[in-house]
């Protein structure tokens, strides 16, 4: 005769329990790998939109970009503070500097786009800094004279609506960047490229105008563009 599962006894409310919780467990790690993969690739996704903004390329749609960066971004290389090709990335690359950070740039690996824009040849190249609340970061495309800039796209992470969060969203004020000049001619040794307030502004050919009422978000811009352009200035000036 069999036994009669004693469903008050204390051995099956713990073996049960522990069911549910290897059940739950394993359904979560399931839909944790399937959500990581697609935030992963909306990541990877948006990197693409902000390089193809640097070079004025924008309001594209998922499947554009996607088309678009495979089409004029052809390698992704990782080079070094004295021009040393240290990876050599693909065309449309993903693999090489694409994955790159603020991190790896502190460590001396710098990523340099290589693209193809209309049969012209653009340097995109990736920059970070602090604003007023958080990280910000960007994007300078530059043309084959290594120095003067073709586009630029900023983002940022925390600044404040209609303020420091204008360096992302204010189209004009990224474009005021667009033919500006990263070192002077005569004094190629260091970055000349600055953001200051208008009144400030005494060399239009390297000084873009400050967003208005936040200071402290354009001086991280240009305290950005100074330290960062700074690392790749060998390669700028290996014409």
Known sequence: MNKKLNTNANSYTIVYAAVIVIIVAFLLAFVSSILKQRQENNVALD????????????????????????????????????????????KGGEATGFKLNSADAKQGKLALYICNVDGKTKYVIPVY???????ISGYIAINDDKNTI?????????????????????????????????????????IALQVVKKSDVKNPTVQCDAVTGATLTSNG??????ECLGKYLKFLNDK
Request: glycine share 8%; hydrophobic share 35%.
């Open 47 to 90: 990197k693409k939109k902000q390089i193809l903004a640097a070079l004025n390329l924008r309001d594209l749609d998922d499947t554009k970009a996607s088309e678009l960066y495979s089409t004029y971004i052809i390698k992704d290389n990782v080079i070094d503070d004295s021009n040393k090709i240290v990876a050599e990335g693909s």
């Open 129 to 135: 800094g602090m604003g007023l609340w958080g990280p």
């Open 150 to 190: 073709y586009g630029a796209y900023f983002n940022h992470e925390s600044e404040t609506a209609g303020l420091g969060a204008e360096i992302k969203d204010n189209k004009a004020w990224q474009d005021q960047f667009i033919g500006k000049k990263i070192m002077l001619p005569n004094d190629p040794s260091h």
């Open 221 to 226: 811009v240009s305290e950005m563009l100074q």
